[in-house]
């Protein structure tokens, strides 16, 4: 009979799992588009995925899930905003989900995420067609009633949006059916218009009796009180899993990051005193995980040389025994590679290692950068802005140590130089920060309630006063 690891402790897990039989295969960390690595995927043996099981249904779940939010497009390289259906305007790379998708299975991934609002209403498509080549039993797929625009609050719409999910990914059940992002917005007043007063959850909890929902949960973001009303009547709803952030910065330091955010640890705590199956989201802060500073990275490599970046955030999950999935939106095969070396057994860490990565995090925290995870919900801004670009290049010079912040400094010309030249490289003149207009109808819509007007403001002050510095670089 097997021994039930969702009732240890983390610390038992590690010593019964047995860390030196668990040593995972040399991973090539390259990120190019260009390549294909498709014959070094193939070179990952079979058969040596990790499953966690869902305490709720008992589902075998491959622990590397696929988040299907950052699809490839056609012609990513000649695509100015990059290589995933996001903002884009490309169509999705059909050919290319297929094949990650096949891939990936024949691997052992069995969890496939998406959503009706993801890669701007596509993904759901994209994944339907992709998994219907095979065998249902093969795979389990989880979707969103992603009722966030007013318009949808109502018991049509919201029915509506259901119903499709179903046409669009070809299915007549689904796996796992969330609520997305309870507690965004309004918290407690939006939640309720959403899923209560309109009658839609008690709807949800009877297709599940019927089977047409074969587990039931939701994805938080926001306001605490949301979160806690929900798991306060568990007995109620019996949720079958939970959808979090949670990742070794936000483990700790969500909460120091911004004062409204909640940290992951307490998160899993309320999830594990009620036994409930935990599924990860945003395990890398949308690559913020993986770009870290240069200094950080070093120290990463020196102990696992050979080890990506990556590998260390997806260790920390699997290091606790309840997290049933993580989802990893796989934009291109190395990613894919990388996850699947990671996972083909997942090597959980040691305490040590565990205190190492706090350290680190600490420092994370410590640079300030901002924590966009470039989710894309936010866009598109009514006027223009590449709002995530803008962060994301900003975060990048932060990380680099090239933020160029005062004319003392001995690097100050080269620094300032650098920065102004890439910043009008990424960003295209028409989308930078001194664009925004403080409109805030971003705001509402970040799962990381940054104040993103202000930051803007910021960034734009931080230009000006390069660009003052001299006319000449």
Not at 61 to 69: A, D, H, R, T
Not at 86 to 93: H, L, T, V, Y
Not at 269 to 292: D, H, Q, T, Y
Not at 406 to 433: C, E, H, M, P, T
Request: proline share 3%; net charge neutral.
């Amino acid at each position: 009979m097997k021994e039930n690891k969702n009732n240890i402790s983390r610390r038992d897990f590690i010593k019964r799992l047995g860390l030196g039989a668990l040593a995972t295969s040399t991973i090539v960390s390259a990120c190019s588009d260009k390549k294909d690595t498709t014959s070094s995927v193939q070179s990952i043996p079979k058969g040596s995925m990790t499953y966690r099981t869902n305490t709720s249904t008992g589902d075998k779940v491959s622990l590397l899930g696929y988040g299907m939010m950052r699809l490839p497009v056609v012609d990513a390289e000649n695509d100015k905003l990059g290589g995933s259906a996001r903002e884009s305007k490309a169509p999705i790379d059909q050919e290319m989900v297929n094949k990650m998708v096949d891939i990936a299975i024949e691997h052992g991934v069995n969890y496939f995420d998406t959503s009706p609002a993801y890669c701007k209403g596509k993904s759901e498509h994209a994944t339907g067609i992709a998994l219907s080549r095979h065998k249902r039993n093969e795979y389990f797929i989880a979707t969103k009633l992603s009722n966030f625009n007013p318009a949808t609050w109502n018991r049509k719409a919201s029915l509506e949006m259901y119903h499709n999910s179903f046409k669009e990914l070809q299915v007549d059940y689904i796996d796992y059916m969330l609520l997305h992002g309870v507690g965004m917005n309004k918290g407690m007043e939006e939640f309720k218009e959403r899923y209560i007063n309109n009658g839609v959850l008690d709807f949800l909890l009877e297709e599940r009796k019927k089977g047409k929902i074969r587990n039931l949960g939701f994805s938080y973001h926001g306001d605490i009180s949301v979160f806690d009303y929900l798991l306060a009547n568990h007995d109620k709803y019996h949720w079958d899993f939970v959808q979090i952030q949670m990742n070794y910065v936000d483990w700790k330091y969500a909460k120091e990051i911004n004062e409204r955010n909640t940290n992951a640890e307490y998160l899993y705590s309320e999830l594990e005193k009620r036994n409930i199956s935990v599924v990860v989201m945003e395990p890398l802060l949308g690559g913020r995980l993986v770009n870290v500073a240069d200094s950080i990275a070093e120290e990463m490599k020196k102990r696992e040389p050979q080890k990506s970046i990556a590998s260390w955030a997806f260790r920390f999950l699997g290091t606790y025994p309840l997290v049933m999935t993580s989802l990893s939106g796989m934009t291109y095969m190395e990613h894919l590679e990388d996850n699947l070396r990671t996972h083909c057994p997942l090597k959980p860490l040691s305490e040590e290692e565990m205190q190492f990565l706090d350290r680190l995090a600490k420092q994370m925290v410590e640079l300030k950068t901002i924590p966009c995870n470039e989710c894309q919900y936010c866009m598109p801004c009514p006027y223009g802005l590449d709002i995530p670009g803008i962060f994301s290049y900003y975060n990048k010079c932060i990380n680099e140590g090239n933020l160029a912040e005062s004319s003392s400094d001995n690097n100050y010309r080269k620094q300032r130089k650098a920065f102004l030249v890439g910043y009008g490289r990424k960003i295209a003149s028409q989308r930078q920060a001194n664009m925004c207009t403080s409109c805030n109808e971003c705001v509402s819509h970040c799962p990381q309630r940054i104040d993103i007007p202000a930051e803007m403001q910021k960034i734009d002050k931080h230009v000006e006063h390069l660009k003052r510095y001299s006319t000449h670089y």
